[in-house]
Nanobody, 115 residues
């Protein structure tokens, strides 16, 4: 059973930064494209960023492009999301998963951006 454990969220002021981490128990991690998703209250879960299996290719939602950076450490089976210049609309629960979103979802980590 795959386990995804997200961490690093918290309360931050507008313009602040956070670094999220996601530890993955799956042994195929190093050959799997990974992604960060987020779900704001009353909204559907949305794709935020994707990274290829070797980290060579990344893609971002337009809403976070230039502010967020996805990265990974295959030796640690961990994927990261560096979030800078945070805005109130970034407030959400953040989740990681494989790009297809077909692994069981973890508990997520709450990010709250306030003034």
């Amino acid at each position: 059973q795959v386990q995804l454990v997200e961490s690093g969220g918290g309360l931050v002021q507008i313009g602040g930064s956070l670094r999220l981490s996601c530890a993955v128990s799956e042994i195929t991690f190093s050959i799997t494209s990974m992604a960060w998703y987020r779900q704001a209250p009353g909204k559907q879960r949305e794709l935020v960023a994707v990274i290829s299996f070797n980290g060579g290719t990344t893609n971002y939602a337009d809403s976070v492009k230039g502010r967020f950076t996805i990265s990974r450490d295959n030796a640690k089976k961990t994927v990261y999301l560096q979030m800078n210049s945070l805005k109130p609309e970034d407030t959400a629960v953040y989740y990681c998963n494989r790009h297809s979103g077909t692994w069981p979802w973890g508990q997520g980590t709450q990010v709250t951006v306030s003034s």
